[in-house]
């Protein structure tokens, strides 16, 4: 005769199912560190070089060059007008940030954060990517609507390239591929990189359900890309034939996207302070949580070496719509979370 089963093995049995469930409501980050750096000035992109163990972050008029584990303010790179995006490029000793009220691209040392030259490239740039198959910079400007080709080495523009709307971040898959998010006209537009020869448009993808498109991550193997979008939305694209795979639900006033490829994970942050977290599962993307972080936290950047997540912000004060709220002085920070 069968037994029926006791009331002990139905717990046992419906804990043991509970299980996975506990384990993916454990917060999948916790706060480790906040940078109190302060200093006058918005902010925009920041870099995170895992290897020299340095931040780089842009701040409207300078770069801020900080130790990435000490928090601490190593010094600045002085001579910029409407600081945007911040390259380091370990191979030739420099790093590169985009004035965007100038129209210029800067160099600087990196030892020593010396400003060593500039160059005009556009009206208004923006991102900046460091190409590693044809070891050139290329400088997205967001007014001129194109895309500038730079010799690092002789800090010269090989090539402007028009790109039919206005260009946000952008990403390179090192064997060839250049993906770049155009934001007024919600597209993907994809470049060929051959060395030697001039940068072409390969193709042009459709973004719907997402609307002007700003933040973008590149997948593991180069696979698939996570683009974040204006109207509270994150969506997965097929890199190869441009498919709209997935789409996910963000905060309000997304900037930035990234990969943390070691961990399977990826970020999708927001401005009104949330963090979108993805898990990589068998292929696709998972909802895992939705962080709290900051108020003004719309961009990040991923130690690769730690997994940490880095993202710059600042206190503000309370005011009643329609009133904006403002930065309070002194209180630029970056938030630090850890796995």
Not at 160 to 166: A, E, H, P, Q
Request: with cysteine; charged share 15%.
């Amino acid at each position: 005769m069968q037994q029926k089963p006791t009331l002990a093995l139905v717990t046992l049995a419906i804990a043991a199912l509970a299980l996975p469930l506990l384990a993916d409501a454990a917060p999948p980050l916790h706060e480790h560190a906040r940078f109190a750096l302060g200093g006058d000035g918005g902010w925009d992109y920041l870099t995170v070089d895992a290897a020299a163990r340095r931040m780089y972050v842009a701040r409207a008029n300078r770069v801020m060059v900080i130790d990435a584990d000490a928090g601490t303010l190593l010094g600045e790179v002085p001579g910029l007008d409407g600081a945007h995006g911040v390259v380091p490029v370990a191979a030739q000793a420099s790093g590169y940030a985009t004035s965007g009220k100038t129209g210029e691209l800067v160099a600087f040392r990196l030892q020593d954060r010396v400003v060593t030259g500039r160059v005009h490239v556009g009206e208004n740039p923006d991102a900046l990517l460091w190409e590693p198959l044809s070891q050139r910079l290329l400088v997205f400007n967001g007014k001129s609507q194109d895309v500038a080709v730079v010799d690092p080495v002789a800090l010269a523009v090989e090539q402007t390239l028009t790109l039919g709307g206005k260009p946000e971040f952008a990403v390179s898959d090192g064997a060839g591929r250049v993906y770049v998010n155009i934001e007024d006209t919600s597209e993907l537009v994809v470049l060929a990189v051959t060395p030697g020869k001039p940068l072409t448009v390969l193709a042009r993808h459709p973004l719907a359900p997402c609307q002007e498109p700003t933040g973008l991550a590149l997948g593991p193997h180069g696979k698939r890309l996570l683009v974040g979008c204006s109207n509270r939305t994150a969506v997965v694209v097929d890199a190869h034939s441009g498919k709209v795979l997935q789409h996910f639900t963000t905060g309000a006033g997304v900037d930035a996207a990234a990969w943390d490829l070691t961990r399977g994970r990826a970020y999708v942050s927001a401005r009104e302070g949330i963090l979108t977290v993805l898990q990589d599962r068998h292929g696709a993307l998972a909802a895992l949580a939705d962080v709290k972080t900051v108020l003004g936290s719309r961009t990040l950047a991923v130690d690769a070496k730690s997994g940490a997540v880095y993202l710059p912000a600042a206190e503000f004060t309370t005011s009643q719509p329609p009133a904006r709220p403002q930065v309070l002085p002194g209180s630029f920070l970056v938030l630090v979370l850890a796995p």
